[in-house]
Antibody, heavy 118, light 107 residues
Framework: EVQLVQSGAEVKKPGESLKISCKAS????????IGWVRQMPGKGLEWMGM????????RYSPSSQGQVTISADKSTSTAYLQWSSLKASDTAMYYC???????????WGQGTLVTVSS | EIVMTQSPATLSVSPGERVTLSCRAS??????LGWYQQKPGQAPRLLIY???TRDTGVPARFSGSWSATDFTLTISTLQSEDFAIYYC?????????FGGGTKVEIK
């Protein structure tokens, strides 16, 4: 059974760093893209980026480029989304999702709520 | 970037009704289009991919169709568990983009 289990909710202050995780199981982690999707409070879904753990090929959306870093650890089948300096506007629910090929997302994590407030 | 436009933003319907949701792409995406359902407090769920193929376990009352850059999700007989927000998403070009969503609410 494919599962994506995300790390727990975070409360941070502006300017702090953060790394959230998404642990995959039930399939070959290195063979499928994993993406990250942001959902700001009361808003829609937005793709941030995706990574192919097999070779670490990474794509970022224009709005996320330079704002976050996506990485993956093959040894633990875990993908990461990282910020070096959080802003209040980063407050959102973040979902990881497995892609079927370079296409749609067929399995989703449960989401990680990130709250950035002074 | 391909812009996906969904209409209407909100649909008020009664259980048992037939529902049609629309999604339009700003340029051709062929049939590289998925539909997702999101209920409050839950992650999105894939319903349809390839514009018209139901994912495993998705009830047959959900169907997708397309013509050029116009896509439709139809729920043939709305059940109580179908009240949710529905998003279309193109995966023809990166960045993959979602529509703004259609909320299907109880009338």
């Amino acid at each position: 059974e494919v599962q994506l289990v995300q790390s727990g909710a975070e409360v941070k202050k502006p300017g702090e760093s953060l790394k959230i995780s998404c642990k995959a199981s039930g399939y070959s982690f290195t063979s499928q893209w994993i993406g990250w999707v942001r959902q700001m409070p009361g808003k829609g879904l937005e793709w941030m980026g995706m990574i192919f753990p097999g070779d670490s090929d990474t794509r970022y959306s224009p709005s996320s480029q330079g704002q976050v870093t996506i990485s993956a650890d093959k040894s633990t089948s875990t993908a990461y989304l990282q910020w070096s300096s959080l802003k209040a506007s980063d407050t959102a629910m973040y979902y990881c999702a497995r892609h079927r090929g370079y296409s749609f997302a067929d399995y989703w994590g449960q989401g990680t709520l990130v709250t950035v407030s002074s | 970037e391909i812009v996906m436009t969904q209409s209407p933003a909100t649909l008020s319907v009664s259980p048992g009704e037939r529902v049609t949701l629309s999604c339009r792409a700003s340029q051709s995406v062929n049939n590289n289009l998925g539909w997702y359902q999101q209920k409050p407090g839950q992650a999105p769920r894939l319903l349809i991919y390839g514009a018209s193929t139901r994912d495993t376990g998705v009830p047959a009352r959900f169907s997708g169709s397309w013509s050029a850059t116009d896509f439709t999700l139809t729920i043939s007989t709305l059940q109580s568990e179908d009240f949710a927000i529905y998003y279309c998403q193109q995966y023809h070009n990166w960045p993959f983009t979602f529509g703004g969503g259609t909320k299907v609410e109880i009338k």
